[in-house]
């Protein structure tokens, strides 16, 4: 059975930066590709940052130089650092791997 938790959200003043936590269980992390998305109230979800299983990675052109995918293989977690944050990242933010398995979500709220 897959399972992926996220941690790591939480309310944070603008400018201020989190690290995204999501660890997968019944998977082999090292070779999948992992994904993180986000949703804001009202707004459709949106895909945030991708890690592949061949080791490149891929952020959103928009979150680019602020946001970092990353991931610890023996950990078989998959991380998101996100840095100067601002007002409109305010989303659930999801951890997603293929086909279709996602985790409950962990909150991100950033104030002016």
């Known amino acids: 059975q897959v399972q992926l938790v996220e941690s790591g959200g939480g309310l944070v003043q603008a400018g201020g930066s989190l690290r995204l936590s999501c660890t997968a269980s019944g998977i082999i992390f090292s070779i999948n590709t992992m994904a993180w998305y986000r949703q804001a109230p009202g707004k459709e979800r949106e895909l945030v940052a991708v890690s592949s299983n061949d080791g490149t990675t891929y952020v959103a052109e928009s979150l680019k130089g602020r946001f970092t995918i990353s991931g610890d293989n023996a950990k078989n977690t998959l991380y998101l650092q996100m840095n100067t944050l601002k007002p409109e990242d305010t989303a659930m933010y999801y951890c997603?791997?293929?086909?279709?398995?996602w985790g409950q979500g962990t909150q991100v709220t950033v104030s002016s």
């Open positions: 997603m791997a293929p086909p279709d398995y």
